[in-house]
């Protein structure tokens, strides 16, 4: 397929932006091509700069739930501009946001607004330490938790491990306070805690993966991860930056029923407007400055054009089934996939958790980071660009979950099913 007016803007954009995009993972590097240049975008489908049309499964990478360009969201932010931009101080719509966001939130009494999930992530990292006195910090391998030094660490070799950088820049001081475990796998995590015992400040986790596909806990990982950061005085931080406001009103606490500590907030709770947010009980909340002594601030934190577009979507999220009506129809989608692609004959696997799916071209289950990675690429090139082709827009990696917005129809998702079908013979 010719993408003539992308390939042109990316030409120029490679000028002037290192690798010609502003985020790494939007530039095709995984699936290979020329990135597509979004033009515009409303409810379930986005037009390219060549004015091709697709659906879409990426709703930049989760915030835009209800669908591109939804109107409540829309007249919110462009009535809030009009009285300004910005302006540095406090304003009534920060405090209506976070008064509504902690009554759908369990175990949150007060929460801190900031601009992205990297931001939330690594200020609840800090405010773990903080509130505990403990340096060290245990994650799993697989989890994308922003780019902040302190999570680009990659594991050394054995079980029990000190991470090592796998970034230039990220110095060894810094891993070595980064401690890798594996996803759902809760005697490997026994096994950090009493090698490094009474020196670790949290574990923090996507309690729902989505960063090496789609990846839900195996029953009782969590209820686990709680009990052993109950028995060792440990923080458990759910990183909800994918999952907060998406998988439930609640998010994955209301979802499954286990209580985090901390919850970091992102995507979905600005709207599409950049705004993160980490939030947790009073008592963990008022060591930060300026009540407490952890340093934490923004210029842009608490933005009104962000407020306002995080309040209308939040408001509507607030009400009625829009939560059962995603679950449904990702649930739709999964059952519509898995027809044509066993009709085709294909190896695979399907990961599904609200609205929340991924393919992975391999012969096992994908419960964590090795198994997701035994994923065929190659067919998952092949798929990508064969649904991209037939105006299918999903994301440019198998490590990588589908977003499902509420604006698609079950038209929409029929059409999708007939694309995969499609592709499949070519795979
Ligand atoms: P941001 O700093 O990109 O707003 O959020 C970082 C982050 C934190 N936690 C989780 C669970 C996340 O998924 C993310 C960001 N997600 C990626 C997609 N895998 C954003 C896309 C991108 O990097 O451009």
């Known amino acids: 397929m010719e993408y003539k007016r992308s390939s042109a803007l990316f030409a120029e954009a490679q000028k002037v932006i290192p690798g010609g995009v502003n985020s790494p993972v939007r530039a095709f590097k995984a699936v290979g091509g020329t990135p597509i240049f979004a033009k515009e975008a409303k409810g379930a489908y986005i037009i390219d700069e060549d004015d091709k049309q697709y659906i879409e499964y990426i709703n930049s990478w989760g915030p835009m739930i209800l669908g591109h360009a939804h109107k409540p969201v829309i007249d919110a932010v462009v009535e809030k501009a009009k009285k300004g931009t910005s302006f540095g101080m406090p304003t009534a719509i920060e405090t209506e946001i976070a008064e509504l966001a902690v009554s759908m939130v369990p175990n949150i009494d007060m929460i801190r607004f900031v601009n992205s999930g990297t931001e939330a992530c690594m200020s609840a990292v800090r405010l773990a330490r903080g509130f505990t006195g403990k340096d060290k910090m245990i994650k799993f391998a697989g989890c994308y938790h922003g780019h902040s030094d302190a999570f680009l660490i990659q594991a050394g070799s054995g079980a ?93 606490q209301e979802l499954l029923g286990v209580d985090a500590d901390i919850v970091c907030f992102g995507k979905v709770i600005g709207g599409g407007l950049p705004v993160g ?24 934190s608490g933005n009104p054009l962000a407020m306002a577009a995080g309040l209308a979507m939040l408001q509507e999220l607030n009400e009625g089934d829009v939560f059962q009506r995603l679950h449904d129809k990702t649930a739709y989608l999964h059952k519509g996939i898995d027809k044509v692609l066993t009709e085709a004959g294909i190896t695979y696997q399907i990961n599904r958790i609200g609205s929340m799916i991924s393919v992975h071209f391999c012969e096992e289950a994908v419960v964590d980071f090795a198994s997701s990675a035994k994923g065929n690429n190659d067919t998952f090139k092949k798929f990508f660009h064969g649904l991209l082709d037939r105006g299918v827009y999903i994301a440019p990696s198998a490590f990588e979950t589908w977003f499902l917005s509420d604006a698609l129809s079950y038209e929409d998702l029929d059409k999708t099913i007939t694309a995969i079908e499609d592709v499949a013979k070519t795979l």
């Open 277 to 300: 947010a980490f939030a947790a009980r009073k008592e963990i909340m008022e060591h930060l400055a300026p009540l407490g002594p952890v340093y934490q601030a923004g210029t842009l």
């Open 160 to 252: 029990v491990t000190f991470g090592s950088p796998n970034s230039p820049g990220v110095t060894q001081g810094t891993a070595k306070d980064t401690l890798l475990a594996r996803f759902n796998d809760l005697e490997n995590v026994k096994e950090i805690i009493a090698q490094n015992e009474g020196e670790i400040a949290c574990i923090i986790i996507e309690p729902v993966a989505g960063n090496m596909g789609c990846i839900p806990p195996v029953e009782g990982f969590l209820e686990g991860l709680r009990t052993l950061c109950d028995a060792h005085n440990i923080l458990l931080v759910f990183d909800e930056v994918m999952t907060g406001f998406r998988l439930a009103k609640g998010g994955v």
